[in-house]
């Protein structure tokens, strides 16, 4: 049985490959990873993460993230999986995971990649629209993507799909309509993230023309927040929300809902909501919650934002917040003090 959560070494690699430019899309500037990692440090980057893994974690997988991997020339794909052979056959790496486009699986690449070891797929997906898949020169349209995740499945892969929150032609009706589609697909696992309009790339220029209006950050955070909602009660782990912060991302940031807690935001707004939930029809100034220890800082929000709205709304004087084990992340239990 696997002890703890799994242990994942990622190794970043640029927007190489790729047939399209969307047009939100500096892959670079995103992950901070301009070039190419050569197999010497992709060998390194493994070294010295295992060297921090402690006794409590689960399986080690090593993960290639940023650019459509399966889209790279085989040779190239050949050069960065031979540098995890010699940790995958002495048993400090279980497997291997990556991210690529749903037009870049076919049978003959899935039969290779079962033969280096990968056991983890995620889509670049971002949308089920077809006029918002066009509109973003993504190069595919919905039927491509249910193409390649059923072939994921038909090869026993773990399946994740990345969406994107925000982009040109959306609205919330089509995103909802995007989760219940995804929903369908069965993925193991989802991505959400919202759109950011960064330097040199096209939505940079329609910004400048008026023709796209980014969401604002409480807008993003609203409509993410019912994703969450829906796949959760899908049974589907939403596993990241929210662009991993780099230097190199922040610098580059024209407009868009971007923070660096962008899914600590999220997950305190599903707490807020489930907290009012429970206070429907409470009378009394005193409460006292309890909270898995992992969402206390989420339950307080942004400068304990949460607990001054909720005493505000039911007329609090005072709220008592217990860290509670027994609570899975994300659930809430009220008794009155």
């Not at 921090?52 to 794909?77: D, H, I, M, N, W």
């Not at 010699?86 to 690449?109: A, H, M, Q, Y």
């Not at 971002?126 to 973003?136: A, K, P």
Request: charge should be neutral.
């Amino acid at each position: 049985m696997q002890k703890g959560r799994r242990f994942i070494i990622p190794i970043f690699i640029p927007h190489e490959g790729c047939p399209h430019r969307c047009v939100y899309c500096d892959q670079s500037r995103i992950t901070g990873t301009p070039k190419m990692p050569e197999e010497g440090e992709i060998v390194e980057i493994i070294r010295q993460h295992l060297r921090t893994k402690g006794p409590g974690c689960g399986k080690t997988q090593v993960a290639f993230y940023g650019g459509s991997f399966t889209a790279l020339q085989r040779e190239v794909r050949g050069r960065l999986l031979e540098a995890t052979r010699p940790f995958l056959e002495n048993g400090d790496v279980d497997s291997l995971r990556l991210s690529t486009r749903p037009d870049s699986i076919d049978p003959t690449i899935l039969a290779e990649l079962h033969e280096w070891g990968v056991e983890t797929v995620e889509l670049g997906v971002q949308s089920m629209d077809e006029d918002v898949l066009r509109i973003s020169r993504r190069g595919y349209g919905p039927e491509v993507v249910r193409d390649a995740v059923m072939l994921l499945h038909e090869g026993g892969f773990e399946i994740g799909i990345q969406l994107m929150v925000g982009l040109p032609g959306e609205t919330p009706e089509g995103l909802f309509l995007t989760v219940d589609e995804v929903i369908r697909l069965r993925p193991h696992f989802v991505r959400i993230y919202p759109t950011l309009v960064i330097r040199g790339t096209v939505l940079e220029r329609w910004l400048e023309r008026g023709e796209y209006r980014p969401l604002r950050l409480e807008e993003a955070v609203e409509l993410a927040k019912e994703m969450v909602v829906r796949f959760e009660e899908a049974g589907i782990a939403v596993i990241r929300i929210g662009l991993q912060p780099t230097s190199s991302l922040e610098k580059s940031i024209i407009a868009g809902p971007y923070h660096p807690a962008f899914g600590q935001l999220v997950r305190s707004a599903l707490l807020l909501e489930k907290a009012r939930e429970l206070l429907k029809g409470h009378r009394g100034e005193e409460v006292t919650f309890r909270v898995s220890p992992g969402d206390l800082s989420s339950f307080f929000g942004q400068r304990k934002e949460n607990l001054r709205r909720l005493k505000e709304d039911f007329a609090l004087r005072m709220i008592k917040v217990i860290p509670d084990p027994s609570i899975e992340r994300g659930g809430l239990r009220l008794a009155a003090a």
